[in-house]
């Protein structure tokens, strides 16, 4: 099976379908690795009943004219007696070696098509050329031109080439990376045990999604690195195929052009100056380049030298020679020394280092405390560390490396990095390696094992690092609220206030008041919570500096989610986003882009939301975060569900699986979803069931926060009087947090629910579900399911006029939404109140009277309501009478709406 090729596999069954009827062709262009020859194999697994020929591109004949054609055609030779005299003495010159003149050239290709056609007399004939960029130019020239014209042949044309090969006038298909999830296929296909997350990851990484990439590496993999137990490779094997590939491309080159495409590859920052000022110190000018621009290997414009193909620069580093690596190390490092350039003049010089430098280690220390991007700070650390002459200092490297690979979004690498730490390293280093170790867990393990370790952290760093021991709190926090422990949130919250001094900044009031804050909030004592959650809202704002970051502005969000004001909680999970993306701080996305889609949830931004998650989810697994996979699973199950998308929704469901503890986060937002899927279904009793679990407040375990964002699905669900305890106390807890904001939104759902739990047809009711309305922003989600509910309760209660207007609104805001069954439901109340609404794909012929439907064709077409009744030969008022019956009928309310009905 061809991991990631679908699409390319169909187009050459349908070519070799079609075959027989007439020919076609097409062209696979790749990267080196990419699978073009596995492609040309599956063509001809797939050829019962062709005559197959079969080349491919030799570059040790590449200056030999004709060479590859004459390989091809070999096996059919033996009919060239039916070409005309004149192609036979053309095709017979060009085979055997005396050339084709220029204005022969057209005569040998009409030759060459003839002597297929000839050979698919009797049945199809498939011609593939595997490798056309590297075969000689005449062949490929030939080759070509025939693929354009075999559509009246029952001949079928498959060529392969690089990213560079682009004859004019072939179907064409681009090969590309392969996606996480089939990179990760290949490599289980070639393991002997399936990788896990982090290994997998790292080795797609590596191999920049090429196929063939991942097969070299997962043949070079020990038995540790396997496991995860040992450092994974930095680039695939140069003795794999894809690296003798590489090796005999480049071995084609001049020996000046790998010269200066080794100090291209050896610096991704190269700018063009630079590099032309390299080019001159390595005895050469920037134009040798210019053989690996035609070969597709490099782009060079003003910003300087891009390697297109992902790979091809770890192959160009690892194939060459390691003396020809350190001369260019050495080479670059004396170039830079510009402002800014510190860093990489000492990584340079680090790469051509032989053994401990002490002075060196410390220059890289120095130079990365200027900061820069945490991939390459970790680099420069563990590089550091290498070179250090002593334990101590090099254990602290080695952690702080650690930190930065965290930070980067590789977690495996940085435990990697802690596994080689010594058990007498100085306290400050165990202490920085226990927090790193902490968050891990939170994010990629086991969060009940974090929120033990960071709080240890924190109690160690009491006296010494009052800010860090605060992000530790945070952390904790966090592990409290994923593992549902909400009653543990007390020691997390009696260790904050003596880490917070006056005058140590808004970033460790921030912290500190968030915790305080948080706290509060989970005992329900909203009156100190409130006024806690704002200060650090305020607070975000006054931070600068180092004291900037996205960890703080994620504080800050939550506590703009808790007290309701969304907006400002979007604006500041968003800023996090982007801080982090300029940054390179990869592993605080997952958690910054939930926060950001939780505020979108409560802004009624759905689409948004789900768009949010998504990216979430992609980065919590690209960085290994399991536990912040599961979240935005839920969050895409949940939203959904509340969509009525049932298949999409269990989808979900079940990528998250058994693996989540029953009480965690996204254990609750997997319940949540299949509860709003059995309310939609009817079935009530299950869904009250699922809710009512979510949380047990009175033992503050379970997630009280879900059952607070899931309580009026509860109350919808609560229909049979048993169920009416249970909702009412969900909607007391729910009350005491919405009074406490000053959110319209959380009061108009407040309302909503009461209107829910009042008697039927109850002037209660009735006013419940009027305020809820007047509060609910106009053409919200939230307002048109308000709109549904009441006009459900109003058809009920015997009232279907007055309920029309509300279900009218409702069906028109979910169709604009694009919730298809929501505004389904909102038309069946509609007709269940007397209004003759078409049902889903019902046309408007079905259901509108001859003379209705010629009026709706002519507003269709834009005329007025006085065209109309002058070319009907009716009155204006019998037109309006009409006009208003079809948009009754039709279940609409604009001529707009109309238009696109009857399109």
Known sequence: ????????????????????????????????????????????????????????????????????????????????????DRHRRVLRHALTGAGCPADQRLALSMAVLG???????????????????????????VLAFVARRVRQLPVAVVLTGGTDTAPAGIPTYRLGALDEHDSRAVLVGRLPAPPSDPVATTLGAVAGGNPQALVDLAGSLSPAQCRGEEPLPAAPPVDGALGRGYRARLGRLPADT??????????????????????????????????????????IGPCGVTFPQPVARAMVEATAPLADRRTAHLLLAGLLDGVGQRLRRALHLAAAAEGPDPALAAELEEAARGGGRPDTLSVALHRAAELSAESAPAAARMVAAAHHAWAAGQPHRARLLLQGLPADAAEPTLIGAELLRGELELRCGRPPVALTALLAVADALAGADRALALGALVRAGEAVCFA???????????????????????????????VAGVAAALRGDHDRAGPA???????????TGQALTPAALTCASVAGLLVAVDATAHRLADRAVELARTRGELAVLP?????????????????????????????????????????????????????ADRDAGLRLIRQIGEAPAPESRPAALARWALAVLDLVDGRSGDAVARLAGLARPGTGRGQVLVQVMATPYLVEAAVHPAHRPVAVAALAVFDRWADSTASPSRRALSARCHALLAPRGSAEAEEGFRAALRLHPAGGFERA??????????????????????????????????????????????????????????????????????????????????????????????????????????????RTQLARALS
Request: hydrophobic share 45%.
């Open 115 to 141: 002597l297929l056609a000839a050979a698919a007399r009797e049945r199809p004939l498939l011609c593939t050329m595997d490798d056309l960029d590297v075969t000689d130019r005449p062949t490929a020239e």
């Open 591 to 643: 958690r910054a882009l939930e926060l950001r889609a939780d505020a979108e949830y409560w802004l009624g931004r759905h689409e948004a939301a789900a768009e949010t998650s998504r990216e979430g989810l992609r980065l919590a697994r690209i960085t290994g975060q399991a536990t912040w996979a599961g979240v935005h699973l839920g969050m895409l199950a949940v939203l959904c569900a509340i969509r």
């Open 258 to 299: 790998r010269r200066v495409l080794l100090l291209a590859a050896l610096d991704d920052e190269l700018d063009a100056t630079t590099l032309v000022r390299a080019a001159r110190a390595a005895g050469t000018v920037i134009e040798a380049l210019a053989p690996a621009e035609v070969a597709g290997l490099v782009r």
């Open 1 to 84: 099976m061809l991991r990631g090729r679908d699409g390319e596999c169909q187009a050459i069954r349908n070519l070799l379908d079609g075959a027989s009827g007439g020919g076609g062709a097409l062209l696979l262009q790749g990267e080196p690795g990419s699978g073009r020859t596995a492609l040309v194999d599956y063509a001809h697994r797939h050829t019962q009943g062709f005559t197959v020929l079969a080349g491919a591109g030799v570059a040790e004949e590449a200056a030999l004219p004709h060479a590859g054609l004459q390989r091809l055609l070999d096996p059919i030779l033996d009919q060239a007696d039916a070409l005309p």
């Open 785 to 894: 399911r308000t709109g549904l509910l009441f006009g459900r309760e109003l058809r009920r209660s015997r009232r279907p006029r007055d309920a029309r207007e509300h279900l009218h609104d409702a069906r028109e805001t979910f169709t604009v939404l694009g919730v298809t069954a929501l505004a389904e439901q909102a038309a069946a109340e509609l007709r269940a109140a007397g209004e003759a609404v078409s049902g889903p794909g019902l046309p408007a012929a079905a259901v509108l009277t001859g003379q209705q439907l010629r009026i709706a064709q002519l507003v269709a077409e834009g005329a007025t309501n006085r065209e109309i009744a002058g070319r009907m030969f009716l009155s204006t008022r019998t037109v309006d009478h009409h006009l208003r019956n079809i948009f009754r009928r039709l279940g609409i309310r604009s």
């Open 533 to 543: 959650l704002r200060r650090v809202v305020v607070l975000a704002d006054q931070l």
């Open 484 to 514: 549902g422990d909400q009653h543990r949130y007390a020691e997390v919250a009696r260790r904050a206030p003596a880490l917070c001094r006056p005058g140590q900044g808004p970033g460790v009031e921030l912290l500190a008041t968030h």
